[in-house]
């Protein structure tokens, strides 16, 4: 199915376009999700007859105690259903078949899918799976003008695209600077999750810090990064005043990297 464009402006005034994930690209993402788990809970089952000395073909002819019986059916509920609601959270809206797919949860805002949202929308799932088969889900998906299934309509979510075959640019100022530095994202200055403190104004902020970082004067440069440093880092746990100027640098063009990816999205 084609995809929709959809045009966001978020609290802070800064416009976003994305195309929305239909429901052949969620439906496979869903798809992958569901082989990996299934996988998990055989591995679950495996380890458990493993644990009670039996072989599979014994295991049928014995009686499992009841409290191991419930222990297990919890254990694989929370495992299934906390697979997305984590996940989704903790990577960026991510699962590994969203992953897979290139598409990803975010916030109708354009911010990362916060916890509480993430909570409701997989919540939902109970009533998307009805009758079965995720009918429910599936026609509200397929009907959406953006695809939205009941989860993303209460918890205000939308399913989006990543960014994908981006034109090859002519490399900017900023990128020889980066590469002459060996900087990249790998690795990244911070975790994920830490980056959920810095939203779209910060990332305003850090883009236009380091397009102007070239043309400054060396004086500039130093008290500017400094400022930067002063602002950004401690929303991110970081303490700037034991660094260096060329390290802090160094350390905010990392930081650039890795909010590039989530703030600037090239459809």
Do not use: C
Request: zero cysteines.
């Amino acid at each position: 199915m084609k995809t929709e464009q959809v045009d966001i402006k978020t609290p802070e005034y800064v416009s976003l376009q994305f195309h929305s994930a239909g429901l052949g690209s969620r439906a496979a993402a869903f798809i992958l999700d569901t082989i990996l788990l299934v996988i998990v809970n055989i591995l679950i089952v495996i380890a458990l007859i493993l644990g009670l000395n039996a072989s599979i073909f014994e295991y049928v002819e014995t009686d499992m105690p009841s409290y191991m019986f419930a222990g297990v059916i919890i254990l694989m509920f929370l495992l299934n259903w906390s697979y997305y609601f984590l996940l989704e959270y903790f990577t960026g809206g991510r699962t590994f078949g969203k992953k897979m797919l290139g598409i990803r949860v975010i916030q109708e805002n354009g911010h990362s899918i916060t916890l509480l949202s993430s909570l409701i929308r997989n919540f939902l799932r109970i009533i998307d799976m009805l009758p079965a088969n995720y009918l429910v889900g599936m026609l509200m998906i397929f009907f959406h003008s953006k695809h939205k299934r009941l989860g993303d309509l209460v918890a205000g979510t939308i399913v989006v695209h990543e960014r994908r075959g981006k034109k090859k640019k002519k490399a900017s100022k900023l990128d020889k600077l980066i590469d002459e530095k060996g900087l990249n994202a790998e690795g990244g200055l911070v975790e994920e999750w830490a980056l959920k403190s810095l939203g779209a104004k910060e990332w305003k902020l850090l883009k236009t810090y380091a397009d102007r970082l070239d043309s400054l004067s060396t004086d500039d440069r130093i008290v500017l990064t400094r400022k930067m440093a002063d602002i950004l880092f401690p929303k991110i746990g970081l303490d700037p005043s034991s660094k260096h100027y060329d390290e802090l640098e160094d350390m905010l063009l990392v930081l650039y990297l890795q909010m590039k990816d989530e703030w600037e999205y090239e459809l």
